[in-house]
Nanobody
Framework: QVQLVESGGGLVPPGGSLRLSCAAS????????MAWYRQTPGKQRDLVASISTTGSTNYADSVTGRFTISRDNAKNAVYLQSDELKPEDTAVYYC?????????????WGQGTQVTVSS
């Protein structure tokens, strides 16, 4: 079993910055592609950014140029640096990982962290 634990959410004024972190724990696993999603009430969960094991990244158009995803494979962690935050970035942010365990691949989610952009 693998657990993903997010941290770093909070309240920030428009134009501000936040750094979200997500750490994976467990045993005998390998992290593959990791990603951040976000969700607002009544809407579907949308991809914000993803990063492969080799560091290739993909961003939603709405965050390109403002957000940066990165990972630390030694720490089994993924990060989301969010700059120039806008009120429309307000959402619950979820960490996601594709995880290999004994040659099978599984999908794991974190519990979510609230980001609120407001003055």
């Amino acid at each position: 079993q693998v657990q993903l634990v997010e941290s770093g959410g909070g309240l920030v004024p428009p134009g501000g910055s936040l750094r979200l972190s997500c750490a994976a724990s467990g045993s005998n696993f390998k992290l593959n592609t990791m990603a951040w999603y976000r969700q607002t009430p009544g809407k579907q969960r949308d991809l914000v950014a993803s990063i492969s094991t080799t560091g290739s990244t993909n961003y939603a158009d709405s965050v390109t140029g403002r957000f940066t995803i990165s990972r630390d494979n030694a720490k089994n962690a993924v990060y989301l640096q969010s700059d120039e935050l806008k009120p429309e970035d307000t959402a619950v942010y979820y960490c996601h990982a594709l995880v290999s365990i004994r040659s099978l691949q599984y999908s794991y989610w974190g519990q979510g962290t609230q980001v609120t952009v407001s003055s």
